[in-house]
């Protein structure tokens, strides 16, 4: 099974719900923060769906297919650092806010002195391979896919916010820095540490690299 071959191709609208799917049992089940704070397949899959109509209009998004079935393996979920948010938030799980928060900050503290312009920064959003594939050279490859599709368009920079050592070591093979740490031993929010289960990851990262034209 690992061995198919693997077609890469944009996002459009009708990949939307297989993406959504695809993500939510990737993040919900083998993501480290979204493991510790108790978020369902279900729950991420809200999250997901909020991004389908950006990524399409967007054009950045990237998703991996079976070239013998035709299944979604693989995506990856992108979008310009300085475009707006998709509306609904307010309709997630609470479970979120930890993650939000602890995020937030390695943006926060990245782009205070970078001015976030559109169509300068690809911000690298969700990277999920299908449980049975991993290890196998997709995720290289799906973030590959996407830094040429930013340079086509004319990004300049590209960032991310690796939330585990996996990603963490897919991202520096492909050349990707370090720029801004957090400690998921130290955060709290509200009072509360929600990630105790997981200090073995050490912390989320925000790592950078250029996009070569």
Known sequence: MTNTPVTYHLFTRADAEELSRLLGEVFAHRDPPAVAVGLTASE???????????????GLTVVARSAATGEMIGALLAEDSASAPPDGFDQLSSKFNPIFDILGQLDTEYFAARPRRLGESLHLFLLGVAQGFAGHGIAQQLVAESLACGGRKGYRMAVTEATNKTSQHVFRKLG???????SYCDHLFEGQAHFVSITDQGGPMLMNREITP
């Open 44 to 58: 991420f899959q809200t999250f997901v769906r909020l991004y389908g109509p950006k990524a399409d209009a967007e």
């Open 176 to 182: 990707f820095f370090e720029r801004v740490r957090r």
